[in-house]
């Protein structure tokens, strides 16, 4: 969990995998002092406006789903003593991230599925796997990463929900650079290791 201060002037509150509601709240430890969570710190009333950031909660347990119901329906937070309940400062924003399988979609890869309660609560904004940006990122073994590209396309042809993020293209362009495993090596370790892929279709629908 971190905070600072961000673009234009946001003061940015961030929360990582969040498993529980007290992660939400804090607590008070055994001399009765109040621990502080980022959430509170973003409650805090402020001319600066806040973000909290809710980063994969997709990852998140169901409890939390019930907090940001909460807050996020104008409900006071209730922080245990002795802080109390505090009011949403109207300069606050809420947002949260998840990881999906196919990119822009809504098919999330966390271990809890989230309801349409808690996504209603939000605006939902799409980001699709950037091609440029992975250019940019790994500019060596060309071929290995259009490769990478080209087998994660034929995935989402296929409506495989599997992960091919940009990690399997720095994972093989890694290997390669060593020289010291051969291409057809490296795509078994990095995309096939697992069994959990259909090899051969993938290809097919790869090459077409």
């Not at 396309?153 to 010291?180: K, N």
């Amino acid at each position: 969990m971190s905070s600072g201060v961000g673009v234009a002037g946001f003061t940015h509150h961030a929360m990582v995998i969040v498993e529980q509601a007290f992660d939400f709240f804090g607590h008070t430890d055994a001399n009765g002092n109040y621990l502080p969570t980022q959430m509170w710190h973003a409650f805090q009333p402020s001319d600066r406006p806040r973000i909290l950031c809710i980063d994969e909660i997709d990852s998140s347990s169901p409890d939390v789903g019930l907090v940001l119901n909460a807050i996020t329906n104008g409900d006071d937070a209730c922080f245990p003593h002795p802080v109390g309940c505090l009011k949403r400062p109207e300069n606050l924003y809420i947002i949260a991230t998840g990881n999906t399988f196919s990119g822009a979609d809504q098919k999330f890869v966390g271990r809890y599925e989230m309801d349409m309660a808690l996504r209603s609560r939000f605006v939902p904004v799409y980001f699709d796997h950037d091609l440029e940006f992975e250019e940019y990122l790994y500019p060596h073994f060309p071929e290995w990463r259009k490769y990478v590209q080209a087998c994660r396309e034929a995935i989402d042809t296929l409506h495989i929900s599997y992960v091919v993020s940009s990690r399997a293209i720095q994972q093989g362009t890694d290997l390669l650079r060593e020289g010291e495993i051969p291409k057809p090596r490296v795509e078994e370790m990095v995309l096939w290791g697992d069994g959990a892929l259909p090899k051969e279709r993938v290809r097919e629908v790869r090459d077409t």
